[in-house]
């Protein structure tokens, strides 16, 4: 049985930063697109950056380029993401996915196959 954890949520103020974690277990992840996925109040679920499990390549949305870094610890069967210069509009229940095709590219929710349970992130002005 997939299990997708997350952890790392929090309140923080505008400018700071946040490491969200997504222990991954009950597979193997070889060659699995592993993914950050947010949803704001309101609003539908969106992309936000994914990685190769196995080769680490990385995509990201253009809103949290240069501020966000996807990263995976394959020994621990973790993935990461790392979360600087954050904004308010940043806000919102952010999920850890895992699906069986990766490529370079945006990804809508149906291309994934697992879902963790979210953590809310909420950045105050």
């Known amino acids: 049985q997939v299990q997708l954890v997350e952890s790392g949520g929090g309140l923080v103020q505008a400018g700071g930063s946040l490491r969200l974690s997504c222990v991954a277990s009950?597979?193997?992840?070889?060659?699995?697109?592993m993914g950050w996925f947010r949803q704001a109040p309101g609003k539908e679920r969106e992309f936000v950056a994914v990685?190769?499990?196995?080769?680490?390549?990385?995509y990201y949305v253009d809103s949290v380029k240069g501020r966000f870094t996807i990263s995976r610890d394959n020994a621990k069967n973790t993935v990461y993401l790392q979360m600087n210069s954050l904004k308010p509009e940043d806000t919102a229940v952010y999920y850890c996915?895992?699906?069986?095709?990766?490529?370079?590219?945006?990804?809508?929710?149906?291309?994934?196959?697992?879902w963790g349970k979210g953590t809310l992130v909420t950045v105050s002005s």
């Open positions: 996915a895992a699906g069986r095709r990766y490529y370079s590219g945006s990804y809508s929710p149906i291309d994934m196959d697992y």
């Open positions: 009950g597979r193997t992840f070889s060659n699995y697109a």
């Open positions: 990685i190769n499990w196995s080769s680490g390549r990385t």
